[in-house]
């Protein structure tokens, strides 16, 4: 064989290589990321459900917070970088594919393109948030909701919109939900390299946190849904008021304790996966 064609391949192996080893880097440092304000929203969620706290239970509260800690800003600008790291992933996957024998099928493609977006926002009011610490990640989620409800309700067929968009939400909540309880993340994980305890660890945070997760997002999603068939856009919620809502049932402050436990443990279950996934 050609020496130059050796060397072009050999070139071209090691750039993959940098490549993947890049890319690895950036998704185990968004899923810690995503873990880090999974906790602290849980937490404060926690906090609420006792009556303990008037922070926002949502991405802003959890950069309040985290602001007002031991190196504070070094910590909020790590988040916002590993955010970033989360977004390029995505990006990755949306240009090149994701493993699994269906990584590179147009509807991965989709959705992976669908978390570079959310993320890009993200990252980018996490950052803004590190740099002027004169807004709460962006402003408070319920606020947002109510807005982005507002202007889309102004164009034409808003209500439809809306609603669509709602019922999307719920659909996406439940999709979670299942995906979560059958242990669909198991395509994801190096199992190989896990212990036993390791597994159980996984599979408890996994099961119970992915349940809550696709709770709140089908309860937001709810709300969507009357603001476009009320034609109202406070009946909007954003996640703080959605985890609120919770301690309005029958059950009391206990409910809202149950679903803020389980957004802990879906915070641990991320740091699982930046230790564990498959990239």
């Not at 070094?74 to 990006?91: D, T």
């Not at 945070?205 to 068939?229: H, K, P, S």
């Amino acid at each position: 064989m050609d020496t130059s064609a050796l060397a072009r391949t050999g070139r071209f192996r090691a750039e993959r290589a940098a490549r993947g080893s890049v890319t690895e880097g950036a998704a185990r440092a968004g899923l810690a990321a995503r873990g880090v304000i999974y906790l602290l929203v849980g937490a404060l969620a926690l906090q609420i459900a006792f009556g303990n706290t008037r922070e926002q239970a949502d991405r802003g509260g959890a950069l309040e917070e985290l602001s007002h800690k031991p190196f504070g800003a070094v910590l909020l600008w790590a988040l916002g970088i590993g955010l970033v790291g989360m977004a390029l992933w995505r990006l990755s996957e949306a240009l090149f594919g994701s493993v699994g024998e269906d990584g590179r099928s147009a509807r991965k493609r989709l959705l992976a393109t669908v978390r570079f977006a959310f993320y890009v926002f993200v990252a980018y009011s996490v950052l803004s948030f590190a740099a002027t610490r004169n807004q709460s990640g962006g402003g408070s989620s319920d606020q947002q909701s109510r807005d982005a409800t507002s202007r889309a309700l102004e164009v034409p067929a808003g209500q439809w919109l809306v609603g669509a968009a709602g019922i999307a939400v719920v659909v996406a909540g439940g999709w979670i939900a299942v995906r979560a309880v059958l242990r669909k993340y198991h395509d994801e994980l190096r199992l190989g390299q896990m212990s036993r305890r390791a597994r159980q660890l996984v599979d408890v945070t996994g099961v119970v946190g992915g349940v809550a997760r696709g709770l709140v997002f089908a309860v937001a999603g709810v709300f969507a849904v009357r603001a476009a068939i009320d034609y109202e856009s406070d009946r909007a919620k954003g996640l703080d008021d959605t985890l609120r809502t919770f301690a309005d049932t029958p059950l009391g402050p206990w409910l809202l304790a149950c679903v803020a436990a389980g957004l802990v443990l879906f915070g641990v279950f991320s740091f699982a996966m930046a230790r564990w996934q498959r990239v």
